[in-house]
Structures are given as C-alpha cells and as structure tokens.
T-cell receptor, first 114, second 110 residues
C-alpha cells in the first residue's frame, strides 16, 4: 500500500487566490481527517469524515475553508480566498475501525500564502 | 474544554542522556493515549496506551499511563542524534478524532 497520498507537497500562492489540497486515503480505511500544523498552535483538527460523511467540522476556521469527500478514495480541502495566516502544513490522515487507533498520516502539504 | 498539554515544549540534551517527556490531559470519554514521533514529515506512531501502570517498551523508548492522575510519560534512554524530533502526545476520545498536544521538540547534540 502506498499509504496516505497528499498533493501538492508544496504550494505557494498569492493572497486572495483559491487553494485546493488533495488527499487519497489508504484503501479500506473508512475515516479521514484533515489537520493543520503551525508552530504556535501545533496540530489542530479541521474536519473529519466517517464513511465519506462529515462528522465534525467545528475546527474549520471560517467560511473560507471547505472540505469534501465525494467517494472513499478522495478528499479535498479548499481555501477561498486564501490569506497569509493560512500558511501552515496541512496533513491528511486515515484510519479504519471508525476511530483513532492506527492513524496513518500523509506527508503533508506545506502552504505558503504571500 | 478538552485539552492535552505537553511539557517541556523544547529540550536540548547530549547524546547518551536519558530524557522524560510529559503529557497531561483533560478530556471526556477517554479511550486511549498515543505517542507519535515527527521528524521532517508526517507523525509516525510510537505507542498506544489504554491501561494504567502497564509500561509499553520499544528499544530505548518506553511509556506509561496514569489514568488516575491523567498523565503519561515517554522515556528515552541513551539518546542518540537520531532521536531529535518533535514528540507528540494525542488522546483518543471514543467517537471523535484525536486531540494533540503542541509537542515537545527534542534536540540531541553529539
């Protein structure tokens, strides 16, 4: 298994532009999580899905952020419009058994908004 | 509010030293506590602890959980430069996602 695959690995964009981050979870995993990591705040949960259904999006900072999971093998996190304070590393993780045991993280997307 | 607090936030030691990293938590519906190691990329799983007083061990790393006092420690003996990383503590609440602490950045100098 190739693990959790995220793209792009790095993204540099100008303030106000739309940014789309992509994630392919491990086949067979039914839970998917989006986290954001910064030096100041550490790893923060943004949203998670069980069986493609969003369960908790209370961590999504504001309406500029949206996430979708149209099928079991693909999820996107979109920021529109982007702002400099969105600069962070965004991680996707997946797991099976509907819970936290055995999270596997992707390599992350480093987003820089200038 | 549910929270996970790690200490110290950063630590610098010499090769061969023993270090102890701390993690305390206040959460509802506790199910387990997990430790991760993060080098340049994604966090990688180290231990999962569910029962008090039972030490988990992997080579020079060991960890134990105290569910009465709501904390866990991660010990690393005979540290090596390859142990330099961010160590993350996370709590699994039944039915929700992992809550992470901010991590402890460990630097091991040769």
């Amino acid at each position: 298994d190739a693990g959790v695959i995220q793209s792009p690995r790095h993204e540099v964009t100008e303030m106000g532009q739309e940014v789309t981050l992509r994630c392919k979870p491990i086949s067979g995993h039914n839970s998917l999580f989006w986290y954001r990591q910064t030096m100041m705040r550490g790893l923060e949960l943004l949203i998670y899905f069980n069986n493609n259904v969003p369960i908790d999006d209370s961590g999504m900072p504001e309406d500029r952020f949206s996430a979708k999971m149209p099928n079991a093998s693909f999820s996107t996190l979109k920021i529109q419009p982007s702002e400099p304070r969105d600069s962070a590393v965004y991680f996707c993780a997946s797991t099976s058994r509907g819970g936290a045991y055995g999270y596997t993280f992707g390599s992350g997307t480093r987003l820089t908004v200038v | 509010e549910d929270k996970v607090v790690q200490s110290p936030l950063s630590l610098v030691v010499h090769e061969g030293d023993t270090v102890t990293l701390n993690c305390s938590y206040e959460v509802t519906n506790f199910r387990s506590l997990l430790w991760y190691k993060q080098e340049k990329k994604a966090p990688t799983f180290l231990f999962m602890l569910t029962s008090s007083g039972i030490e988990k061990k992997s080579g020079r790393l060991s960890s134990i959980l105290d569910k009465k006092e709501l904390f866990s420690i991660l010990n690393i003996t005979a540290t090596q430069t390859g142990d330099s990383a961010i160590y993350l503590c996370a709590v699994d609440q039944a039915g929700t996602a992992l809550i992470f602490g901010k991590g402890t950045t460990l630097s091991v100098s040769s």
